[in-house]
Structure formats: C-alpha cells, structure tokens
C-alpha cells in the first residue's frame, strides 16, 4: 500500500515539494540528502510513504519512517533532517472548520489527550489511512475527480485520523477554552507579531493564564520558552533573507525586530 503512495506522489511531486490542485494537499520527493533546514510548520499532517524524517523544535524531536504519520497541532518553527532518502510524503494541511465539524458529526466518546502532549506527535497509520490518502493522492491523476471528491476524501481522512491511535490529540481542536487551546493562540500570535516587543506578562493576561503556567504549558507544546519560539522565528526569517542576498546584516536585523545589530551578529 506505500508503494502505491509513494507512485502517487513521484507522478505529482515537481522538485523537493509541491502544491497541488487538490486543497491543502502537499507533495515531498527527496531523491538524495540536503542539509538541515528550517521550516515553520503550520497545523498539518505529514503522510511518510518512504524515507525517514526528523523534525526538532527546541527540546522536542520527532522521527517519523514509513507508513507513519506526524501530527503537528501548533505553529512551529522546527529544523527538518532527511536521515533516510528516497524521502516520500502526502501533507494535509489541517483546515480548523473541517476537523471541527468532524468531531460535532462523531460519536464523541475519546477523552482527549493531556494539556501537556507535544506540538508534535507521531503514529503508525492504519491501513485504512493509507488507503484513504492514496486515493486522495490519485485524485490528481483524473482532474475532473477533484472538485467533487476531494472534500470528501478529506473528510475520510479525518475520520480515519480521530478514530485511530493519534485520535486524541486533534480533539483538542475543540473550541473549549482550555490550556492547550490558549497555547496555540499565543502562538499564533508571536507568529503574526515577532518583530515586535515581547512582554510575558501582557501575553500571560491575554491569554488567561499566570506567567508561570504560560511557560509550562508553552515549553511542552514547542519545546522552548515564548521568548526563545519568537528567537527561533526571527532567525529563521534572517536566515532566509541573508540567503536572498536582498538587503545588509544590518537591515535585516532591523526588520526581524533586533534592536542592536551588535546582538543580531552575535
């Protein structure tokens, strides 16, 4: 059932990665290894029909191989390793309105997973699951399929997801005013507002929360502290516009939100 994944996805996939006509469907084929690279990764799913990954963000580390799955739930900066090439991979970008009406549709009867899960997790897929994203995949071979079953298939591909061994951990999708629910809106938020001032304290009244438990709960999700989640954002976007070559160290220290060029170099 991997092989005819991974075929899916080598007749898609143009370069390293690519969108496709399919909403929120993305393709990765990895013929030989690159180097570390950083990426921000928005709540997704990441289908692996071949090779092995690992993706780090701060203290967290995940590794996912073939015929595994790896849910990230939050906005996250992460450095991404190839340690097993061919590298093959379907991505379901998650839309928040489909897995909400997913789980008002289900029989709700799962607990969901402790506050304190990861923003990453990883789990072998059921065989109903691969089945389900390779005919997703396959869409893309008969254009014509795509408008009328692609939302569809999706749906399946929910459903799937909540009824197996990651079940627990998207239920907290739910818009119940929680920990893990206020975690990944601070998130959000550091995402949209990183070049500018970060104060704690404000962050920690927004979001309801005291300074101490935002930490906490923080630091489990993404593995680092606010304040080192809006470092890692800065520097990866300095980092991308150094290799553009657009603009001078000190220009982009400005932009990223550095006050002192001195502090950025170092």
């Known amino acids: 059932m991997l092989d005819r994944l991974a075929a899916a996805i080598d007749r898609h996939c143009v370069g390293l990665g690519t969108d496709t006509a399919v909403p929120r469907l993305f393709l990765v084929s990895v013929e030989e290894p690159i180097e570390p690279t950083d990426l921000l990764y928005e709540p997704m799913i990441c289908f692996v029909a071949g090779g092995t990954k690992r993706t780090t963000a701060g203290e967290l580390s995940q590794v996912a191989r073939p015929g595994e799955m790896l849910l990230t739930t939050i906005d996250l900066p992460v450095t991404i390793e190839l340690e097993q090439v061919p590298y093959r991979s ?79 951990v998207p239920r907290q999708w739910s818009p119940a005013d929680t920990a893990t629910t206020r975690v990944r809106e601070v998130a959000r938020w550091i995402c949209a507002h990183y070049t500018e001032p970060l104060s704690i304290d404000a962050i920690a009244v927004a979001a309801h929360m005291s300074p101490a438990s935002l930490h906490r709960h923080f630091k489990a999700a993404t593995g680092m502290s606010p304040l080192k989640y809006q470092k890692s954002l800065r520097l990866q976007e300095a980092r991308r516009r150094l290799v553009a070559g657009d603009a001078t160290a000190a220009q982009i220290a400005q932009a990223v939100g550095y006050v002192s060029a001195t502090q950025f170099n170092r």
């Open 90 to 168: 379907a991505v379901l970008h998650i839309d928040d309105q489909a897995l909400t009406e997913m789980l008002v549709e289900m029989d709700d009867t799962t607990p969901a997973a402790p506050s304190s899960a990861g923003g990453q997790v990883c789990a072998p897929m059921t065989p109903e699951l691969v089945d389900a994203v390779t005919r997703w995949v396959q869409l893309l071979d008969a254009p014509e399929d795509i408008r009328p079953l692609a939302g569809r298939i999706e749906s399946e591909i929910l459903y799937r997801l909540l009824r197996g061994p990651l079940g627990p």
